[in-house]
């Protein structure tokens, strides 16, 4: 199996690590803005740019919200029902293995590493067939989850950016 494109390695993995501002506040490398923002909410994304989205989400409780309502949806909406037929039959598992990972990706304490040490994500994801379908139906699902959960734009545009660079890693079929 070869890597996506804009990957070095089959087994080379994202970061279990926080995406930094620099990788996902929308500003290419040479500091150009890219996003269109006007002042008032690039202001408000610069405030709040050195802060973990951890914090920004609200903590644990605020992560744990936002898995709570990603899954709701995946059980509940239609449109997401291939995606759900890769789940178990019952989904606590799933939520909680997402909450811990998120906590810790996302900047808070690392409840998955502690659980079970490196997240492995592409290697654990392997046995599910995910192509660019599924990708896009999990991104759709957790942006559906973000807004529904009041995620503020500055900081939905920077989780969606690196949700997508890391759901991307985990396509292993073609399509």
Same mark, same amino acid.
């Given at each position: 199996?070869?890597?996506?494109?804009?990957?070095?390695?089959?087994?080379?993995?994202?970061?279990?690590?926080?995406?930094?501002?620099?990788?996902?506040?929308?500003?290419?490398?040479?500091?150009?803005?890219?996003?269109?923002?006007?002042?008032?909410?690039?202001?408000?994304?610069?405030?709040?740019?050195?802060?973990?989205? /951890?914090?920004?989400?609200?903590?644990?409780?605020?992560?744990?919200?936002?898995?709570d309502r990603f899954y709701d949806l995946m059980e509940l909406d239609p449109e997401f029902a291939d995606l759900r037929a890769l789940h178990p039959t019952v989904l606590d598992g799933s939520r909680d293995k997402l909450h811990w990972f998120l906590c810790g990706w996302l900047g808070g304490p690392d409840l998955y590493?502690?659980? /079970?040490?490196?997240?492995?994500?592409?290697?654990?994801?392997?046995?599910?067939?995910?192509?660019?379908?599924?990708?896009?139906?999990?991104?759709?699902?957790?942006?559906?989850?973000?807004?529904?959960?009041?995620?503020?734009?500055?900081?939905?545009?920077?989780?969606?950016?690196? /949700?997508?660079?890391?759901?991307?890693?985990?396509?292993?079929?073609?399509?």
């Amino acid at each position: 199996m070869t890597a996506p494109p804009g990957r070095d390695a089959p087994d080379r993995e994202p970061s279990s690590r926080e995406p930094s501002s620099r990788e996902t506040d929308g500003r290419e490398t040479d500091g150009r803005e890219t996003d269109g923002r006007d002042d008032a909410a690039r202001d408000d994304a610069d405030r709040t740019a050195g802060q973990p989205p /951890f914090e920004l989400l609200g903590g644990e409780a605020g992560v744990r919200a936002l898995v709570d309502r990603f899954y709701d949806l995946m059980e509940l909406d239609p449109e997401f029902a291939d995606l759900r037929a890769l789940h178990p039959t019952v989904l606590d598992g799933s939520r909680d293995k997402l909450h811990w990972f998120l906590c810790g990706w996302l900047g808070g304490p690392d409840l998955y590493v502690q659980r /079970f040490g490196h997240p492995r994500l592409r290697a654990r994801h392997l046995p599910y067939p995910i192509a660019s379908r599924e990708r896009d139906l999990w991104l759709v699902c957790m942006a559906r989850a973000m807004t529904d959960e009041g995620v503020a734009q500055p900081l939905f545009d920077r989780l969606l950016g690196a /949700f997508h660079g890391t759901a991307d890693w985990m396509r292993n079929r073609a399509g």
